[in-house]
């Protein structure tokens, strides 16, 4: 058994990136819980990432218009576009890095952002 933090990446830049739930392992979090998280019917997007790591979106992210998630994409070193909320699972040792990660992402988005604004 692993313990196991499954980290809500926010498609909506203004929101940070927070941990949705920690357990013992990776089945350590209900379906509901996924659902909730991510508004909807989840899906596990395919990624770069170790076996120990999943990235879940809505199955219906697209049809549904969601925002593009370019944390998530970031996060997961995705060759797609990922839409709406996103839940990252991670061992919990792992944790701490992502979540300093998504910071770091996070503060430079804002900025560019802040920037084409002003322009």
């Known amino acids: ?3 196991t933090t499954w980290l809500l990446i926010p498609a909506d830049i203004d929101r940070d990136v927070s941990i949705l739930h920690e357990g013992k392992d990776a089945d350590d979090i ?15 997007a395919h990624h770069e990432l170790n076996r120990n790591s999943e990235i879940i979106v809505n199955e219906e992210g697209l049809m549904m218009g969601l925002l ?13 576009m990922l839409v709406g909320d ?5 061992p919990k ?6 979540l300093r990660a998504m ?5 430079f988005v804002r900025k560019e ?4 604004e002003e322009e």
């Open 1 to 3: 058994m692993t313990d």
């Open 30 to 44: 209900t379906l509901k819980q996924l659902q909730t998280a991510v508004g909807g019917l989840i899906e596990y």
């Open 68 to 80: 593009p998630n370019v944390r998530a994409v970031v996060a997961s070193c995705i060759q797609q």
């Open 86 to 90: 996103a839940v990252l699972q991670v």
């Open 93 to 98: 040792t792992d944790a701490p890095a992502h």
């Open 103 to 107: 910071g770091e992402i996070t503060a």
């Open 113 to 116: 952002l802040q920037q084409m």
